[in-house]
């Protein structure tokens, strides 16, 4: 039985479990539901949770450990010298037997018998079942793979009936449990608050990790390159080395381009989406009907639905030609992979992220703030730039910063629109690139992975995560400086 299978089994008997724990406590509450402590709900949860969440808890916990467990099982059936070679070797022949024991599976015993019996070439017998073998393979890969296919039937046959078994025996264990003065709200409420908070660590641990990961990668790349030359030099030149010279740098890796192409198309960008979007906020919340409201809103949505690549396309094929023709007719040379290119589309992108938080949270300002000032003789106008503005100032700010995070996150638009030049200039008109592009080339390729080239990544990666995260924090001092509290 697949995984999948068993965690829907095991989900099906929980509500069948649910059914019959709401039953025996109606039958314990003796048609007073007054007599039983919770809900006849809650009685049906406490069973129903205890029969799926042991049983589904340890599905998942195998799921993670059987991978562990079946390459241990390969690498015992690998010979000594296979041992001795190269990481890259051992994972290819890992890999090779992987396919083997797949096609195995396509076949039955009496096949798959003959054919090791009369030596058939498993090749053109594996490859009649859609499973593709470069080579005929070794003995020693044979017998791993045979030996992967019995564990991987043992794993699935013992998980199967340990995890029916523990369902079965805590929804008979906690039928026991029923009584009317079982405090089972109580039960839920803690099993409930322990999922909350389980999720919650998972969620920091995730992002500990990925920080983490980064910081290494990028102590390995600072014990390569010295810090000074990335963050103070103005040369981004990574040239490429050769495989196995992982000692020396190689190349100039200078932060300053990347983050002035960053900076710099990110400001374009907002300078575009801000005033569009903080005006459509406004008219949209105060001066536009319902009936406007309720069209012009989704479509304004309806942007940040669309892919980035799209986004870069039509910068590609159609606004970064249409800017170099039209500056060819005036005689200014514009290039059609520029910053303006960039900044203009991405600003498009970020309209919908300021005028919808911003609508929201114009909307929020209380009623009585309008009317007040209305019946102090101030006109719509001056109400909204003095009194509605101030008061959704926090709210505006932090869409906007959330738009600015977004414009330095933001990758394809920037390599379909600005090119890949790491250039410092203030003419927007000239092609720049971003620390995204350079990631994602950077970690593209046949290069080693402990190569100053690709360690950079990391490193750029970092300087990323640093840069958002103070944005952050920025915003959140920016909001409790100016919040104010209205009954």
Same mark, same amino acid.
């Given at each position: 039985?697949?995984?999948?299978?068993?965690?829907?089994?095991?989900?099906?008997?929980?509500?069948?479990?649910?059914?019959?724990?709401?039953? /025996?406590?109606?039958? &314990?509450?003796?048609?007073?539901?007054?007599?039983?402590?919770?809900?006849?709900?809650?009685?049906?949860?406490?069973?129903?949770?205890?029969?799926?969440?042991?049983?589904?808890?340890? $599905?998942?916990?195998?799921?993670?450990?059987?991978?562990?467990?079946?390459?241990?099982?390969?690498?015992s059936q690998l010979p000594a010298d296979i041992l001795?070679?190269? =990481?890259?070797?051992?994972?290819?022949?890992?890999?090779?037997?992987?396919?083997?024991?797949?096609?195995?599976?396509? +076949?039955?015993?009496?096949?798959?018998?003959?054919?090791?019996?009369?030596?058939?070439?498993? %090749?053109?017998?594996?490859?009649? =079942?859609?499973?593709?073998?470069?080579?005929?393979?070794?003995?020693?890969?044979?017998?791993?793979?045979?030996?992967?296919?019995?564990?991987?039937?043992?794993?699935?046959?013992? @998980?199967?009936? !340990?995890?029916?078994?523990?369902?079965?025996?805590?929804?008979?264990?906690?039928?026991?449990?029923?009584?009317? =003065?079982?405090?089972?709200?109580?039960?839920?409420?803690?099993?409930?608050?322990?999922?909350?908070?389980?999720?919650?660590?998972?969620? @920091?641990?995730?992002?500990?990790?990925? $920080? +983490?990961?980064?910081?290494?990668?990028?102590?390995?790349?600072?014990?390569?390159?010295?810090?000074?030359?990335?963050?103070? *030099?103005?040369?981004?030149? #990574?040239?490429?080395?050769?495989?196995?010279?992982?000692?020396?740098?190689?190349?100039?890796?200078?932060?300053?381009? &990347?983050?002035?192409?960053?900076?710099? !198309?990110?400001? %374009?960008?907002?300078?575009?989406?801000? #005033?569009?979007?903080?005006?459509?906020?406004?008219?949209?919340?105060?001066?536009?009907?319902?009936?406007? /409201?309720? $069209?012009?809103?989704?479509?304004?949505?309806?942007?940040?639905?669309?892919?980035?690549?799209?986004?870069?396309?039509?910068?590609?094929?159609?606004?970064? #030609?249409?800017?170099?023709?039209?500056?060819?007719? !005036?005689?200014?040379?514009?290039?059609?992979?520029?910053?303006?290119?960039?900044?203009? $589309?991405?600003?498009?992108?970020?309209?919908?992220?300021?005028?919808?938080? *911003?609508?929201?949270?114009?909307?929020?300002?209380?009623?009585?703030?309008?009317?007040?000032?209305?019946?102090?003789?101030?006109?719509?106008?001056?109400?909204?730039?003095?009194?509605?503005?101030?008061?959704?100032?926090?709210?505006?700010?932090?869409?906007?910063?959330?738009?600015?995070?977004?414009?330095?996150?933001?990758?394809?638009?920037?390599?379909?629109?600005?090119?890949?030049?790491?250039? @410092?200039?203030?003419?927007?008109?000239?092609?720049?690139t971003t620390m995204t592009v350079k990631i994602v080339?950077?970690?593209?390729?046949? &290069?080693?992975?402990?190569?100053?080239?690709?360690?950079?990544?990391?490193?750029?990666?970092?300087?990323?995560?640093?840069?958002?995260?103070?944005?952050? !924090?920025?915003?959140?001092?920016?909001?409790?400086?100016? /919040?104010?509290?209205?009954?």
């Amino acid at each position: 039985m697949t995984r999948l299978l068993l965690s829907a089994l095991i989900l099906a008997l929980g509500g069948a479990a649910y059914g019959l724990a709401t039953d /025996r406590a109606r039958q &314990l509450s003796g048609g007073k539901l007054s007599n039983l402590h919770s809900r006849l709900s809650y009685y049906g949860f406490f069973v129903a949770l205890w029969t799926v969440l042991p049983a589904l808890l340890l $599905v998942i916990a195998w799921s993670i450990a059987e991978p562990m467990v079946m390459h241990s099982v390969v690498q015992s059936q690998l010979p000594a010298d296979i041992l001795t070679k190269s =990481k890259a070797e051992v994972a290819m022949v890992d890999s090779s037997i992987g396919t083997i024991a797949d096609g195995f599976q396509r +076949l039955t015993p009496t096949e798959l018998a003959a054919a090791l019996a009369s030596k058939t070439s498993l %090749v053109d017998l594996l490859g009649s =079942k859609g499973v593709a073998l470069g080579t005929e393979p070794e003995a020693f890969q044979i017998a791993a793979a045979q030996q992967l296919n019995r564990w991987s039937d043992l794993s699935r046959y013992g @998980i199967t009936t !340990i995890a029916l078994g523990l369902a079965a025996l805590g929804f008979v264990l906690s039928m026991f449990r029923l009584t009317g =003065k079982l405090r089972a709200r109580n039960a839920v409420e803690k099993i409930m608050l322990a999922g909350l908070v389980g999720a919650s660590t998972v969620a @920091i641990l995730t992002t500990a990790g990925i $920080v +983490l990961s980064m910081l290494l990668e990028t102590i390995h790349f600072f014990q390569k390159v010295p810090p000074q030359d990335f963050f103070l *030099s103005t040369v981004w030149d #990574p040239r490429f080395s050769a495989a196995g010279s992982t000692g020396t740098a190689g190349g100039q890796f200078g932060l300053l381009p &990347l983050l002035w192409g960053t900076t710099y !198309i990110s400001l %374009v960008a907002l300078v575009v989406a801000v #005033p569009i979007g903080l005006l459509a906020a406004i008219y949209m919340s105060e001066y536009a009907s319902k009936r406007v /409201r309720t $069209v012009v809103k989704p479509m304004l949505e309806l942007l940040a639905g669309i892919p980035t690549i799209v986004y870069g396309l039509f910068a590609l094929i159609s606004f970064g #030609p249409f800017l170099r023709d039209a500056g060819a007719a !005036i005689g200014v040379p514009v290039s059609a992979s520029s910053v303006l290119t960039a900044g203009f $589309v991405m600003g498009i992108m970020l309209i919908p992220f300021v005028s919808s938080l *911003s609508d929201d949270v114009i909307n929020a300002v209380p009623q009585t703030l309008r009317d007040g000032s209305l019946g102090l003789g101030a006109t719509r106008s001056e109400t909204i730039k003095q009194v509605v503005l101030p008061a959704a100032l926090p709210g505006v700010i932090g869409a906007v910063l959330l738009a600015a995070s977004r414009a330095i996150g933001e990758t394809m638009i920037v390599v379909l629109a600005a090119g890949i030049a790491a250039n @410092i200039t203030v003419n927007p008109l000239q092609p720049v690139t971003t620390m995204t592009v350079k990631i994602v080339s950077q970690l593209t390729g046949d &290069l080693e992975f402990n190569s100053p080239q690709t360690l950079v990544a990391f490193a750029l990666g970092l300087t990323l995560f640093t840069i958002t995260l103070g944005l952050n !924090i920025y915003a959140l001092s920016v909001v409790r400086r100016f /919040r104010e509290h209205y009954e």
